[in-house]
């Protein structure tokens, strides 16, 4: 079992319709990351929260909406989504972050099972 | 840019037999390798890290080198197993990165068979 947990498992929404995505992980990483990963393609970045904050936006549309609540939580808005965005989407988590000094990413990124998302 | 390939894409071996795979990066300026399995319908399991300044980690069964030099990376995997059929992914961390981004090779789709 992985220590990252995301919900839903699946996702059906419509063009119209606002949902999210929520990923939770208690090992007091400091880095989490959102990825989206298309059917036998390696997973993309979308965004990077270091120290609850917004570090790094892989120039995602706006219909995608990051929000790091706490430590430990982190969720994925969506809205007004299109068929073409759906996929598996990942979330991370990792012990280093970024910060005003170069970051020493040495630890593994620790991933979830991920969210299938279907757009209809 | 930095581009990471694996070869092969696929591969099909019998139980038992002790497999190689192959990861290739273009630039050599990397801060660390990272190997990932990833089952069908997974998230990515994190199998071995192996920083710039090392040459090879071990877990188990599994035992992965890093030539930066040459560009290269291979994960060993020894006593194949049905349990080991999966996709391994392989990803570099640029080393001028200050976004910790991971950039990843296609994969390699692994079938053991029994």
């Known amino acids: 079992d992985t220590e990252v947990t995301q919900t839903p498992k699946h996702l059906v929404m419509g063009m119209t319709n606002k949902k999210s995505l929520k990923c939770e992980q208690h090992?007091?990483?400091?880095?989490m990351y959102w990825y989206k990963q298309k059917a036998k393609k390696p997973p993309e970045l979308m965004f990077v929260y270091s120290y609850e904050k917004l570090s790094i936006n892989e120039s995602v549309p706006s219909r995608f909406s990051p929000e790091c609540p706490n430590s430990s939580l982190l969720n994925l808005h969506l809205h007004a989504l299109q068929p073409e965005d759906s996929a598996l989407y990942l979330c991370a988590s990792s012990q280093d972050g970024t910060g005003l000094l170069r970051p020493a990413w040495n630890s593994p990124l620790h991933f979830g099972n991920g969210t299938r998302l279907t757009v209809t | 840019k930095q581009e990471v390939t694996q070869i092969p894409a696929a591969l099909s071996v019998p139980e038992g037999e002790n497999l190689v795979l192959n990861c290739s990066f273009t630039?050599?300026?990397?801060?660390?390798l990272q190997w990932f399995r990833q089952d069908p319908g997974k998230g990515l399991t994190s199998l071995l890290l192996?920083?710039?300044?090392?040459r090879e980690q071990t877990s188990g069964r599994l035992n992965a080198s890093l030539d930066k030099s040459s560009g290269r990376s291979t994960l060993y995997i020894a006593a194949s197993q049905p349990g080991d059929s999966a996709t391994y992914l392989c990803?570099?961390?640029?080393?001028?990165?200050?976004?910790?981004?991971?950039?990843f090779g296609q994969g390699t789709t692994l079938q053991v068979k029994p």
């Open positions: 630039d050599s300026a990397i801060y660390n």
């Open positions: 192996i920083q710039s300044s090392q």
């Open positions: 990803a570099v961390i640029h080393g001028s990165s200050n976004t910790g981004k991971l950039i």
């Open positions: 090992m007091g990483h400091r880095a």
